[in-house]
Structures are given as C-alpha cells and as structure tokens.
T-cell receptor, first 106, second 111 residues
Framework: KNEVEQSPQNLTAQEGEFITINCSYS?????LHWLQQHPGGGIVSLFM???GKKKHGRLIATINIQEKHSSLHITASHPRDSAVYIC????????FGTGTSLTVIP | NAGVTQTPKFQVLKTGQSMTLQCAQD?????MYWYRQDPGMGLRLIYY???????DKGEVPNGYNVSRLNKREFSLRLESAAPSQTSVYFC??????????FGQGTRLTVV
C-alpha cells in the first residue's frame, strides 16, 4: 500500500511553462514536505507545510488538509528546475511518494 | 554548519563482506534516519532513532543494524552484504515535526 501517491510520475515541459505536481496522502499527518533531488545529487527540502500555501521564488506549495491533497507549482519553468520532486507526509515518521521526474526543455 | 555528513559517497562490496555507513549531523537534532532509494520505489525507511540511545526498525530492516553512538552520530552496518542491498543510501535528521535534512547519499554496489 502507498500512503503517499504522486502524479504524474514523469513530466516534460517547455521552458516558461507553468507546472503542477500533485500529491495525495492517506495517513494522518502533522506536515507535508516537498523535496527536490537533482540527478546524482542529494535531497534538499523545498517546503514544509501543514496548512494553506507557501511561496519561495517561482515555487508555490499548497495543501488541503480536508482533501488530503497537496500541490507543488513551478511558475516560468527553467531547465535548472529539471529534477525529481518528492512529496513526503510526516506523522510519527516520513512517508514518501515515489517522486515526479521533471524535465524542462529549453 | 555542515548539516548532515555521510560517508562514504561510493562503495563496492563483494557478497558477504561487511561495512559501516557513517552519518553525523551538527544541528542538535534528536531524530535521525536511514533510508534506501531504489528505482521506482522511492525512499524506504530502514531504521530510525528518535533520540540518543533509542533505535527502531523501519519498513526494510532485514540485513542491517544501526547504532546511535551519541546525539550527533547514527551508523548503519551491513554485516554480510547481498546483491539485493545494492542501492543508494541516505541519512537524514530533524527535530520531530520539522523539515528533514539529508546527507549526500552513498551509492553502494554489491557484486
């Protein structure tokens, strides 16, 4: 069983496009995390949120607690945004989605 | 602050060999974790430690042991490596209910 489901699994976009990655979870959580992993690289935390919306530069994360759903949006996408984006729900431990592989083409 | 430091970055082992992956954090976090990442399966929890002196099994603990040596350090040991343990391993730490910080990963190949 997957406590956290992400979609799409793979995404290719043209530079400048608006991108949305979705995450649904089935467990009770205290927070929802969005992580970024570049090819061959480490994992960095982009957002941690428990309600509402957060924005950092061109990235926006939203969460709807009632619907158990979160979205990560990237505005004006750029090739350097190409990475795997991972959703993680935290209660007593982290539950990870399998990631969305994003490729932004110049 | 170095954050989470994980060593080694790469390792090749022969089946049956043993090794220890080291992890240290300098953020005074209580919780530390070991994950493995395999293609198409995402990150899976091997073991975690909620505080110094305590460790608990995660989703895939078989074939591994851990030691929480002190608040800073959390090591992962493979006593007898198997090809199924070929993976990328990540250490992470956080305060409970806060964002997690990850090490750079260890790419382990067991031949």
């Amino acid at each position: 069983k997957n406590e956290v489901e992400q979609s799409p699994q793979n995404l290719t976009a043209q530079e400048g496009e608006f991108i949305t990655i979705n995450c649904s979870y089935s467990v009770g959580i205290s927070a929802l995390h969005w992580l970024q992993q570049h090819p061959g690289g480490g994992i960095v935390s982009l957002f941690m949120l428990s309600s509402g919306k957060k924005k950092h530069g061109r990235l926006i994360a939203t969460i709807n607690i009632q619907e158990k759903h979160s979205s990560l949006h990237i505005t004006a996408s750029h090739p350097r945004d190409s990475a795997v984006y991972i959703c993680a729900a935290t209660g007593n431990q982290f539950y990870f989605g399998t990631g969305t592989s994003l490729t932004v083409i110049p | 602050n170095a954050g989470v430091t994980q060593t080694p970055k790469f390792q090749v082992l022969k089946t049956g060999q043993s090794m220890t992956l080291q992890c240290a954090q300098d953020m005074n976090h209580n919780s530390m974790y070991w994950y493995r990442q395999d293609p198409g399966m995402g990150l899976r929890l091997i073991y975690y430690s909620a505080s110094e002196g305590t460790t608990d099994k995660g989703e895939v603990p078989n074939g591994y042991n851990v030691s929480r040596l002190n608040k800073r350090e959390f090591s992962l040991r493979l006593e007898s490596a198997a090809p199924s343990q070929t993976s990328v391993y990540f250490c992470a730490s956080n305060w409970r209910y806060t964002e997690a910080f990850f090490g750079q990963g260890t790419r382990l190949t067991v031949v």
